[in-house]
């Protein structure tokens, strides 16, 4: 019976020590210290009404997330901070850092390397109105959306031996 009280005791206190992860506001746009002032005005706001200490923790819920704010885990902010997220987990960010290394003349297998795979794809004609003539190419795009804007990066792909990157853009700029 001693054996049975000590392991119970022991499960029951192993989850004692699991440290929860930090939360924190997040308003995209919002300074730390704009933050703070807002997290100080919905303080004063919860204290002014007479409640108990959830009741204010509510009350300044309820105002931080009525001015724009979400509470997020500090990992989650890392991933907010890096900017949108394409289908397959590319940031923003990510993308428009490593894009920097595309290079006329990659192949397909080396943007995936690099990007990962796109978002969609397609084919078309490129070249009409040149002196070399039309070609057939194909288009990776990697889409980012935000509430107000979607920015794509678009990869052109030639075919010579294999297919290979003619020209890249980002829309918009």
């Known amino acids: 019976m001693k054996i049975y009280i ?3 005791t022991l499960v029951l206190l192993a989850g004692c020590g ?3 992860p930090t939360k924190v506001w997040y308003k995209p746009g919002v300074t730390p210290e704009q933050t703070r002032q807002d997290l100080d005005t919905a303080r004063a706001y919860a204290r002014s009404e007479p409640t ?6 509510s009350y300044m819920n309820i105002y ?3 001015h724009g704010y979400v509470l997020v885990t ?3 902010l890392e991933k907010l901070k890096a900017g949108p997220l394409n289908s397959h987990g590319l940031s923003l960010k990510d993308a428009r850092e490593k894009s920097l290394a595309l290079n006329p003349g990659m192949t397909q297998n080396e943007v995936n ?3 990962g795979k796109p978002d969609d794809t397609g084919a078309r004609t490129f ?7 039309e070609w057939q190419g ?3 795009f990697y889409q980012f959306e935000t509430d107000n804007s979607i920015t794509i990066l678009t990869i052109n792909f030639q075919q010579s031996d294999i297919w290979r990157i003619n020209s890249w853009d980002w829309y918009p700029n």
């Open 6 to 8: 000590l392991i119970s």
């Open 18 to 20: 699991t440290p929860q």
């Open 52 to 57: 108990s200490f959830a009741g204010m923790v």
């Open 64 to 66: 931080m997330g009525n």
């Open 74 to 76: 500090t990992n989650e």
């Open 113 to 115: 390397n690099l990007l």
């Open 127 to 133: 070249g009409q109105k040149t002196k070399t003539g």
């Open 138 to 140: 194909i288009q990776w």
